[in-house]
């Protein structure tokens, strides 16, 4: 599919800003690399079953060319976040193998959700993205919605979620536990007391002689007696 039949797809899809940045991300390169760091895609994931996968998502786009912001967005809507039962109960996060008459029989079972991640990075990069792959219509979503799912709207909804992951990225721990120290400096310490005058005995021996503060205060009763 080329960038006219692309564009003939969003006809009709909605306007405004937030439908051109979606637009975008439906006929963009998803071989291009995203730009992102694992911080991006964890501020996404957050709190989901999916939170901790944010570095396994661009490794997977180092090593086989695949947009991390896609790739991620792609698992979150097959997986309903991680909580889909092949999902849970085959470490599948895209439906991969499944067939739509019988969805968990046919859906292939991962050890991890790290492999399911690199086998199915390395399976679209081949078979959708690349010019000489089997199910090629075009490096992007509306050429991938071609063949890998029925579902029209596939390439939108990716898109969409695609749209929420944040460009910017969180300050690293370091920096925000400056700022913290910065804002709130930490008191200096009290001087310890002058311990030269008072003088006790050590533990087990007795004390012949008071100590020079009890001998002052001693001196001084002496004297009002005379």
Not at 66 to 71: D, E, L
Not at 137 to 156: F, Q
């Amino acid at each position: 599919m080329d960038g006219t039949e692309g564009d003939c797809f969003l006809q009709n899809q909605g306007g405004g800003e937030s439908m051109s940045r979606v637009a975008e991300f439906m006929t963009m390169d998803l071989r291009q690399p995203s730009g992102l760091r694992a911080e991006n895609l964890e501020q996404f994931l957050q709190g989901s079953a999916l939170a901790g996968l944010g570095q396994t998502f661009i490794e997977a786009e180092a090593r086989h060319g695949i947009n991390a912001r896609y790739f991620c967005a792609h698992a979150v809507l097959e997986s309903g976040w991680g909580t889909s039962r092949i999902a849970c109960d085959k470490k599948n996060l895209f439906g991969f193998g499944a067939y739509d008459k019988d969805p968990y029989r046919y859906a292939r079972t991962f050890q991890s959700y790290a492999e399911c991640i690199d086998v199915v990075a390395a399976y679209i990069a081949d078979n959708y993205l690349s010019p000489v792959g089997k199910y090629y219509h075009g490096s992007h979503l509306v050429g991938m919605n071609k063949k890998y799912a029925t579902d029209r709207k596939w390439a939108e909804k990716i898109a969409r979620l695609m749209d929420k992951i944040p460009d910017t990225v969180p300050a690293p721990p370091q920096e925000e536990k400056m700022e913290l120290e910065a804002a709130d400096p930490i008191p200096a310490p009290r001087p310890e007391p002058d311990r030269s005058v008072l003088k006790f005995a050590e533990p087990g021996k007795s004390r012949s002689r008071p100590i020079p503060a009890v001998r002052k205060v001693l001196r001084f009763f002496d004297r009002k007696r005379k």
